[in-house]
T-cell receptor
């Protein structure tokens, strides 16, 4: 069975501070995919990143960066120079199986609510 | 990027009535769509997997007679909450996968259902 743990329920930071959101996962598969989604107060889920289990390169996209550590089963997300618009709930998710038929399921962590204070 | 449209975004209904929520993939064909339910301050819980042209696969504990799912075309899946009760009030969100892409899934805007 797969499991995603986001131990931080809520985080508050002052604008311009850096913040790291933790994500630890469990899976028995050797092939899997990890995701981060942002859910602003309006409710829609915004896709941020997808990473497959064979690609351990860290990724940077503007102020966002992701640190994938297979040895510790972690896929942490860092926002540098945080802004008020970053305030949202962030979900880490795991897809354990991709079948040729094209269906898969996402298991979500419980989410981390980030509040950026001006 | 690919867009998934969910409608309505908000709905209030009376107990005992049924409510239909639509999930459309606007610029791609989605053989598989997923329906999630999110309680306040909670994570998304997968309710069912909707496959075009076949019966939906429901997760354990989800009543298939209460939450009817129809995926009649490659661009539309519907979730009907039948005989709604106040405890069905929740945020429902769908996602759809473009079968041309590898594991990518896009989410609809969500539907906030309030049963009074």
């Amino acid at each position: 069975a797969q499991k995603v743990t986001q131990a931080q329920t809520e985080i508050s930071v002052v604008e311009k501070e850096d913040v790291t959101l933790d994500c630890v996962y469990e899976t028995r598969d050797t092939t899997y995919y990890l995701f981060w989604y942002k859910q602003p107060p309006s409710g829609e889920l915004v896709f941020l990143i997808r990473r497959n289990s064979f690609d351990e390169q860290n990724e940077i996209s503007g102020r966002y960066s992701w640190n994938f550590q297979k040895s510790t089963s972690s896929f942490n997300f860092t926002i540098t120079a945080s802004q008020v618009v970053d305030s949202a709930v962030y979900f880490c998710a795991l897809s354990e199986t991709y079948s040729g038929a094209g269906s898969y399921q996402l298991t979500f962590g419980k989410g981390t609510k980030l509040s950026v204070i001006p | 990027g690919a867009v998934v449209s969910q409608h309505p975004s908000r709905v209030i209904c009376k107990s005992g009535t049924s409510v239909k929520i639509e999930c459309r993939s606007l610029d791609f064909q989605a053989t598989t769509m997923f329906w999630y339910r999110q309680f306040p301050k909670k994570s998304l819980m997968l309710m069912a997997t909707s496959n075009e042209g076949s019966k939906a696969t429901y997760e354990q504990g989800v009543e298939k007679d209460k939450f009817l799912i129809n995926h009649a075309s490659l661009t539309l899946s519907t979730l009907t909450v039948t005989s709604a009760h106040p405890e069905d009030s929740s945020f429902y969100i769908c996602s759809a996968r473009d079968r041309r892409l590898n594991t990518e899934a896009f989410f609809g805007q969500g539907t906030r259902l309030t049963v009074v």
